[in-house]
T-cell receptor
């Protein structure tokens, strides 16, 4: 399996505070993704990256920003967290764009916004 | 994007064959079908992928009829450790345009 880690694994924060989640992969994959997973919705793509400093929006990008300064790291930032952003967040990576190609997922970050 | 529909949950007994169907009526010519497995507190993991007819690997088989409007994931002789959520994904090669289904929660009973 691809070496992909996420930090923190759990976080509780308050409404209005900024939050940054980190994803780190050791497979030198070009593409990286951030998803959120909520009951009844499955996995929904927030943002993805197709290279260093190259990112684009996914299905549910409002309220989120991302940055990728190195191949191995992909950061997800909630500028001002809201209760609707309480979710489990998964990072993934792939060596080609994911419409067809296998994605390797991290273990997830459980975020609670009070 | 092809919208996907899966049963919400299924129960099975150990040793039985389990078939999980995903409907994707609007699948496009260039779309592929991929299935992922997710255990509690883990990220999803790739199981199998196909375009048409049948694909088999050491874990599962994937059946896709000629019209490709549905696909069936077949798990032979399930065990308790196959209890997981199974996601169908339909996506186009070379794009980020893909969509995960809402998943089927499979519970294997002893």
């Amino acid at each position: 399996d691809a070496g992909i880690t996420q930090s923190p694994r759990h976080k509780v924060t308050e409404t209005g505070t900024p939050v940054t989640l980190r994803c780190h992969q050791t497979e030198n994959h070009r593409y990286m993704y951030w998803y959120r997973q909520d009951p009844g919705h499955g996995l929904r793509l927030i943002h993805y990256s197709y290279g260093v400093k190259d990112t684009d929006k996914g299905e549910v990008s409002d309220g989120y920003s991302v940055s990728r300064s190195k191949t191995e790291d992909f950061l997800l930032t909630l500028e001002s967290a809201t209760s609707s952003q309480t979710s489990v967040y998964f990072c993934a990576s792939s060596d080609a764009l994911a419409g067809y190609n296998e994605q390797f997922f991290g273990p997830g970050t459980r975020l609670t916004v009070l | 994007l092809a919208k996907t529909t899966q049963p919400i949950s299924m129960d099975s007994y150990e040793g039985q064959e389990v078939n999980i169907t995903c409907s994707h009526n609007n699948i496009a010519t260039n779309d592929y079908i991929t299935w992922y497995q997710q255990f509690p507190s883990q990220g999803p993991r790739f199981i199998i992928q196909g375009y048409k007819t049948k694909v088999t690997n050491e874990v599962a088989s994937l059946f896709i009829p000629a019209d490709r409007k549905s696909s069936t994931l077949s798990l032979p002789r399930v065990s308790l450790s196959d209890t997981a959520v199974y996601y169908c994904l339909v996506g186009t090669s070379g794009t980020y345009k893909y969509i995960f289904g809402t998943g089927t929660r499979l519970k294997v009973l002893a």
